[in-house]
């Protein structure tokens, strides 16, 4: 499995920005690997965030970021990012990465729509940095 180690996060005002980063030990630009930003707060389960499958396709992102989250893979430094600009108040959570291979097996018929679930059940999650977003 990939260790992965996130930085960033913060207390921003409504409307301002943040940079969220994972540190992966291989490159993240490996072929057939899910990475992913998923979020959670006290109130809510956890909800994917924006994922990306190395194997093609571009990136997936939940409808509520849509527009204001970008992530993006860095092959040079091994870090994956969350951008995150105009923050709302109901942004405000603890954000993850992860990372997952695709097997073998799975990789003919393989997009980047099932990264979330491959996340989820068998991802390789970070310590979570917690983003705050105030009125």
């Known amino acids: 499995q990939v260790p992965v180690v996130e930085s960033g996060g913060g207390s921003v005002q409504a409307g301002g920005s943040l940079r969220l980063s994972c540190a992966a030990s291989?490159?993240?630009?490996?072929?057939?690997?899910?990475w992913g930003w998923f979020r959670q707060t006290p109130e809510k389960e956890r909800e994917g965030v924006a994922a990306?499958?190395?194997?093609?396709?571009?990136?997936n992102y939940a409808d509520s970021v849509k527009g204001r989250f970008t992530t993006s893979l860095d092959n040079n430094n091994r870090t994956f990012y969350l951008q995150m600009n105009n923050l709302k108040p109901e942004d405000t959570a603890i954000y993850y990465c992860?990372?997952?291979?695709?097997?073998?097996?799975?990789?003919?018929?393989?997009?980047?729509?099932?990264?979330?679930?491959?996340?989820?059940?068998?991802?390789?999650w970070g310590q979570g940095a917690q983003v705050s977003v105030s009125s």
């Open positions: 291989i490159s993240p630009n490996s072929k057939h690997y899910c």
């Open positions: 992860a990372a997952a291979p695709v097997s073998s097996s799975r990789i003919s018929s393989f997009t980047g729509l099932g990264c979330s679930i491959l996340l989820h059940d068998g991802g390789v």
């Open positions: 990306i499958y190395t194997g093609g396709g571009g990136p």
